[in-house]
């Protein structure tokens, strides 16, 4: 699954070569890519023949074309999703599955996908949540037009309407752990598992902590710091691809150089040299440094 940096890395792609541009032809090469627009593939044909890239956009994981008929081509990446935008003349992958070719006879966009568990899907645009990140009693202001599967969704701590301390009070209202409040995509989108273990290592914040026992400053910091991070994963992975090929997979590096805890098992802390320690987590690991962030007492049931 690939992390907020590397889908907005993908988006400053697509806004380099694919917005602006007239879609000629739309082909669907496999079923299952298209599974998520229920009205089937030829109605994917017709909403996107003829019809302008008019915005590439994203929010938290989330990333979509809006065309210029008020819908947006929605791109689910699932675990092995791609969009390249490859010369006419390179030959179809071996897992092409949606291929768009432009009027201008340029770079095609192509969805290849191993797995298919991703897919495109063309979606109405409606309003998101407001930038409160959708907690109760917050202030209803400046919505943006969204795919409507993306309604739901906050907005991450990157966006520039991201309002953090509507988010820390929401937050603190939630009877849960700060981990799972983190990836809570309706609370704050975009902090993936590796971004939520070192955004709370950076903020000496034990991810069970139950939601409640965090204050404001220790909350508004660790939001913070998944912010900075990202930022850092990005400045690295923004350049990793070239002018024509767009990889949602394209490794930046960041991850064997920079991480200070997440996949770190037994590896002295860079703070303090204790060992740093793997817990389980909801199917996937959680690993936090004993000393710097003391699991609670008593930790959220
Ligand atoms: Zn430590």
């Given amino acids: 699954m690939p992390e907020l940096p590397e889908v907005e890395v993908v988006r400053r792609g697509l806004a380099e070569h694919v917005v602006g541009r007239k879609v000629a032809a739309a082909e669907v090469l496999h079923l299952r890519a298209v599974r998520r627009h229920l009205a089937g593939p030829a109605d994917v044909i017709g909403r996107l023949t003829g019809r302008t890239l008019t915005a590439a956009r994203r929010r938290g994981k989330y990333l979509w074309l809006e065309l210029d008929s008020d819908e947006a081509l929605l791109a689910h990446l699932g675990m092995s999703g791609q969009l390249l935008v490859c010369d006419p003349a390179t030959p179809p992958q071996k897992h092409l599955r949606v291929l ?149 997979n394209g490794n930046s590096g960041y991850f064997e150089r920079s991480l200070n805890v997440y996949g770190q098992e037994d590896r002295p802390c860079r703070r303090c040299g204790t060992p740093i320690v793997r817990e389980p987590f909801m199917n996937r690991s959680s690993y936090s440094c004993p000393r710097c962030q003391p699991p609670p007492r008593t930790p959220h049931p």
Wanted: proline content about 5%.
């Fill in 100 to 248: 768009l070719s432009f009027a201008d006879g340029g770079p095609q966009l192509r969805f290849v996908d191993q797995r298919t568990f991703g897919g495109v899907s063309v979606e109405p645009l409606v309003e998101g949540v407001p930038a409160t990140g959708g907690g109760a009693g917050g202030v209803a202001t400046r919505t943006e037009l969204v795919p409507a599967p993306v309604a739901h969704i906050a907005r991450d701590p990157m966006d520039p309407a991201f309002d953090a301390a509507a988010v820390v009070r929401a937050l603190r209202a939630r009877r849960t752990a700060v981990k799972r409040a983190l990836l809570d995509q309706s609370l704050v989108s975009g902090i993936g598992n590796i971004y939520a273990d070192e955004a709370l290592w950076l903020a000496k914040l034990h991810g069970n902590r139950p939601t409640a026992s965090v204050t404001r400053k220790a909350g508004l910091e660790v939001l913070a710091k998944a912010s900075e991070v990202m930022a850092a994963a990005l400045e690295q992975g923004g350049t990793s691809f070239d002018a024509l090929y767009v990889n949602v």
